[in-house]
């Protein structure tokens, strides 16, 4: 199978906070390679946590989206919206070069049927890289990377004044805050808590370092400022040791909660042999600090070869992470569980 150009993920050091606009760009190194936050403290610290174990599985119906026309080489990088008991997934495809904004709609999270409009959205070559799809008072806002390359400097940004488009390129949006801990990054997704919009990312020192998970917040999901340093970094002799790397927040009765991957070797699209397994973190002060459940410990895995993109659901009673089968090339797969 063709499977994605391969993506280099590349222990992180605090640094002050950052005011990331599209007029306020840090000038970074030139690569050679293609409920509301009450305050800005960034110090992992132990809040109540929910007791383990969880039941999650990969979805016996997996893959739910499979590669097509338009998109035969891939579709990857899901992201999902509920909205009015409708599933709207998001996801990149391509049937060749380049990658192009697909969707498709779903009344129970499991069938799926795509959109007769797609692709909705074709970015500049390379094409749509790692995104995710949010609304403001004003619009419909997504947030991308160009291609599938190694970590990030620049984020790219469209609009649209209807989920399902059409959509308009706005060109460079922002680029990476450029701290001594966070140079480069990897978005993973946003989510709105109350006035507040929380975007997670994989965080990066340099193209030779490991991921750790920081944090930006916004009040109007424009001006984004990051926090001072990693909510959450790898851990030295364990099964996350050579990085961690998010996925979005969820808002649950627990409090926020948030997903993430952990790998015990470099970790690069393309080239795992086998499952990845994930964490939960929890907070329970609107994001300010989080802790590890299960004592930091996995509580789940991706299933063979899932990856690349992850979108997390909860509906009240189980969650739902949609992510990559066979990193994208056999389409969406579905990891499902839920709290005993």
């Not at 996801?91 to 904004?101: K, M």
């Not at 160009?146 to 460079?172: C, H, K, L, S, V």
């Not at 997670?200 to 001072?228: K, Q």
């Not at 929890?282 to 989080?290: A, E, P």
Request: hydrophobic share 40%; net charge negative.
């Amino acid at each position: 199978m063709r499977r994605l150009t391969a993506l280099t993920l590349i222990v992180a050091a605090c640094g002050g906070g950052t005011v990331v606009t599209s007029s306020s760009v840090p000038t970074l190194p030139t690569s050679t390679t293609t409920t509301p936050v009450t305050t800005t403290s960034a110090v992992t610290t132990t809040t109540t946590v929910l007791e383990f174990p969880y039941d999650f599985s990969v979805h016996p119906d997996a893959p739910v989206i499979v590669p097509g026309e338009w998109d035969s080489n891939f579709t990857a990088v899901p992201w999902v919206i509920v909205e009015d008991g409708v599933w709207n997934l998001f996801y990149s495809g391509a049937s060749g070069r380049g990658s192009s904004l697909g969707m498709a709609t779903s009344t129970d999270g499991v069938t799926w049927e795509k959109s007769p409009g797609n692709p909705l959205f074709t970015p500049p070559a390379p094409g749509l890289g790692w995104f995710f799809i949010f609304e403001t008072d004003l619009q419909w806002e997504m947030l991308y990377v160009n291609g599938f390359g190694p970590p990030y400097q620049t984020m790219f940004r469209a609009t649209a004044p209807e989920m399902a488009g059409p959509w308009e390129d706005q060109g460079i949006h922002f680029r990476a805050p450029g701290d001594d801990w966070n140079e480069l990054m990897v978005p993973t997704g946003v989510t709105k808590v109350g006035d507040t919009y929380l975007l997670t990312y994989a965080a990066y020192a340099n193209f030779d370092a490991v991921p750790t998970i920081g944090i930006m917040r916004s009040s109007d999901g424009v001006t984004w400022e990051a926090l001072p340093g990693p909510v959450y970094a790898a851990t030295d002799a364990t099964w996350n040791e050579k990085g961690v790397v998010p996925m979005n927040i969820i808002e649950t009765t627990h409090g926020l909660e948030l997903f993430y991957l952990g790998f015990d070797e470099q970790p690069r699209v393309g080239y795992q042999a086998s499952e990845i397994p994930f964490g939960r973190l929890v907070s329970s002060d609107g994001g300010s600090t989080w802790a590890a459940d299960n004592e930091g410990a996995p509580i789940g895995s991706t299933g063979e070869r899932g990856w690349p993109g992850m979108s997390v659901v909860y509906d009240g009673e189980r969650y739902w992470l949609f992510l990559g089968d066979d990193l994208g090339s056999a389409g969406i797969s579905l990891v499902t569980g839920s709290i005993p």
